[in-house]
């Protein structure tokens, strides 16, 4: 993109010049005389714009202000001279026809592409600087994002660990199918969840995997269900943004304690539009009273963050706390 945009500005810089330079030589010259002016405007003209932007330029731009006055004075003065006294070589006769008039002109050009290629060149170093800026934006929120990945994962893992541990102390024969569904979230976590994009159908059975363990976990009399509908090969979604939401359900809700404790969550997609709620039991932990404690509590921080480095301006996200249900609406584009 750099290179590109560097060779179109280029060539549009010259394309101008040798516009006004080509008008000139048909209106003060006549036949071959005016080719050869072009030919010597383009080639003196070249010779400044690049002496100046590789040589001169780069102490201004060193924020050597000196040195570049010096330089560009003496080097102007050198061109203006070899200019206005080597027109006889291409056979031109354009400063003794129209006399102090046509060397005004010519040291006029000589100037004029002096401050033009001193502009064109700083506008080329401000567009690489704006260019690695947003390189480097983009680099640290990549990493911002992989920093909050791992923040997620572990969690994850440990409290899947610490659950099938507890089975297995028990003997239960929960136990394998809960190491073996695990094995499957991992291989996800691994091999998909550093990608910037992975199948929406692939991360809605990452979910089913985990839903299938706290079915293992707490058994057959856990009320959960899982909806999908609108789900096609195309859809793509960032990895491991929905997972926590589900587990945060799981873990701050009332299973425990209420025997009609529940968990509903619905994925849909619609016009390219992604809407996923969950919906869990709730009850407000000691000391909480108000939703923004309770997301300080549940830490929803972090997926709030992921949503923003993964869909800026594309997602919104509301939750709720109210009778005794707590409440995540999340919306996107995909």
């Known amino acids: 993109m750099k290179n590109k945009t560097t060779i179109i500005a280029h060539l549009a810089f010259w394309l101008f010049y040798t516009s006004v330079v080509?008008?000139?030589?048909?209106?003060?010259?006549?036949?071959?005389?005016?080719?050869?002016?072009?030919?010597?405007?383009?080639?003196?003209?070249?010779?400044?714009?690049?002496?100046?932007?590789?040589?001169?330029?780069?102490?201004?731009?060193?924020?050597?202000?000196?040195?570049?006055?010096?330089?560009?004075?003496?080097?102007?003065?050198?061109?203006?001279?070899?200019?206005?006294?080597?027109?006889?070589?291409?056979?031109?006769?354009?400063?003794?026809?129209y006399g102090w008039p046509a060397q005004f002109i010519l040291t006029m050009q000589m100037l004029a592409l002096m401050l033009l290629s001193t502009m064109f060149g700083g506008f080329l170093q401000w567009l690489n600087d704006r260019e690695r800026e947003v390189l480097l934006q983009k680099e640290k929120l990549q990493g911002e994002?992989?920093?909050?990945?791992?923040?997620?994962?572990?969690?994850?893992?440990?409290?899947?660990?610490?659950?099938?541990?507890?089975?297995?102390?028990?003997?239960?024969?929960?136990?394998?199918?809960?190491?073996?569904?695990?094995?499957?979230?991992?291989?996800?976590?691994?091999?998909?969840?550093?990608?910037?994009?992975v199948g929406l159908q692939k991360e809605a059975e990452m979910l089913q995997d985990y839903i299938a363990l706290q079915r293992l976990k707490y058994g057959d009399s856990l009320n959960v269900d899982f909806y999908t509908e609108g789900i096609e090969n195309q859809h793509e979604i960032a990895p491991l943004l929905l997972v926590n939401f589900i587990e945060n359900s799981f873990k701050h809700g009332d299973m425990d304690t209420n025997p009609e404790a529940f968990v509903n969550v619905n994925l849909t997609v619609e016009k390219g539009e992604l809407h996923f709620t969950v919906e869990n039991s709730f009850r407000f932990p000691s000391g909480m009273t108000k939703t923004e404690e309770i997301e300080e509590g549940v830490g929803l921080k972090n997926s709030k963050r992921l949503l923003d480095l993964a869909y800026p301006g594309r997602s919104s996200l509301e939750t709720k706390a109210e009778g005794g249900t707590f409440l995540v609406d999340l919306r996107l584009k995909l």
Do not use: C
Not at 179 to 189: D, F, G, N
């Open 145 to 197: 994002l992989k920093f909050l990945k791992t923040q997620v994962n572990p969690h994850f893992m440990f409290n899947t660990l610490n659950n099938i541990y507890s089975l297995a102390y028990r003997q239960h024969p929960n136990a394998a199918p809960m190491i073996a569904t695990l094995s499957k979230i991992m291989r996800y976590h691994l091999y998909d969840g550093s990608r910037e994009r």
């Open 22 to 97: 080509g008008t000139g030589g048909y209106i003060l010259s006549e036949g071959q005389e005016g080719w050869y002016f072009i030919i010597n405007s383009l080639l003196f003209g070249g010779i400044v714009v690049y002496g100046n932007l590789w040589f001169i330029l780069p102490f201004l731009l060193a924020k050597k202000y000196k040195r570049f006055g010096l330089t560009a004075i003496v080097f102007i003065t050198v061109i203006i001279v070899l200019r206005l006294n080597t027109e006889h070589i291409f056979g031109l006769h354009f400063t003794d026809k």
